[in-house]
């Protein structure tokens, strides 16, 4: 197998290749392709959505990423360590959407399968459970909220962790 370093690039076509179905087939343009040292990174958007695939070259972590337009544009959560439970996302992981409407079509990446095969199999549970956000209807989405709220606030406790001892830079003050 090649050196995480030299998939970067290969990712990106696979990328490029398996996700094409979002131009053919649902009317998606090709915003942006980003290769770096530390991440492979291309963007889909259409008139509803931005779908961001991600690829952290450190970590070997994969990400498929759905944000709702508001206004036209891509509103990005601040990503802060600490959120509250009233916060609302425009942006959520398809390993989130899957785990919620159908655990049993997650993707893992298994060395003897594959690369491509990984990737495929993202692209597959991205055209089986997007076309509602490509079309607009996010009504998925305060389930999802939920979800990630649960998960970072099990975390903060796990870590110890509160709103008043989060360390500092972490939490923008109110402007």
Sequence with gaps: MKTKNSDKY????????????????????????????????????????????????????????ISQLVDGKEVLHPGSFFIHEDDVFYEHSLHDVVDLLSPEDSACYDEKKGLRNYIAKLASNLKKFGPPFFSGDFSLFPSLDKIVIARVMEWNKEWGYTSENIPQGLIKDDE
């Design 10 to 65: 290969v990712v990106r076509d696979i990328f490029l290749d398996e996700f094409s179905f979002l131009i053919e087939e649902y009317n998606f343009s090709l915003i942006k392709k980003e290769v770096d040292s530390w991440f492979t990174k291309v963007k889909y958007a259409n008139k509803c959505c931005v779908i961001t695939l991600y690829y952290e070259v450190k970590d070997f972590v994969f990400n498929v990423i």
